[in-house]
């Protein structure tokens, strides 16, 4: 059964910090790998979808990365912003593509 | 326009009641879903319908009865609620194996 963690479970850092966000998975065989955002009493935001068969994937400030044989995607964000605090989520999705499997998310803030 | 919506976004209701949520999707998507997010803010997903069909149940105890009419609902009906029913409820949708879009969460309280 996957498994996904996230680490570190929060974070904070000065506004125009680069950061990276961990998150390790189980079960290899997976289809794809989602990271999303959680603003407090919000549902989820998609940020980066990365196929089973690619490394990486971009939008704007934001990269996200995929090591399948070693089982981790690392979330990086350029020049942090207050804006950017939110809850950061990463799942796995099963190879039949219909269910994601959740990390416990962090928790980050961007202080000015 | 909303792409996943939900009702309601709010609900508090006494032990032993039965309630029902509404989810529907205007995507054009196969898959919905119902996650649960409980007080650790773990998300954990409940079922899964691809074309109406129940697809995926994770042990969610009986008293949860999703219901698809058509693709582009899916309700979510809990009997007898108890106090460990308290949670955040998500739907959403997708194409099978592509982005997942949540709705902004119902927020179930039970007293």
Redesign the interface.
Known sequence: KQEVTQIPAALSVPEGENLVLNCSFTDSAI??L?W?RQDPG?????LL?IQSSQREQTSGRLNASLDKSSGRSTLYIAASQPGDSA?Y?C?G?NN???????G??TRLMVKP | DTAVSQTPKYLVTQMGNDKSIKCEQNLGHDTMYWYKQDSKKFLKIMFSYNNKELIINETVPNRFSPKSPDKAHLNLHINSLELGDSAVYFCASSRTGNTIYFGEGSWLTVV
């Open positions: 289809y794809n989602q999303f919000k549902g989820l935001t998609s979808l809850t989520l799942a999705m039949a593509g219909n269910m994601l499997t959740f416990g998310g």
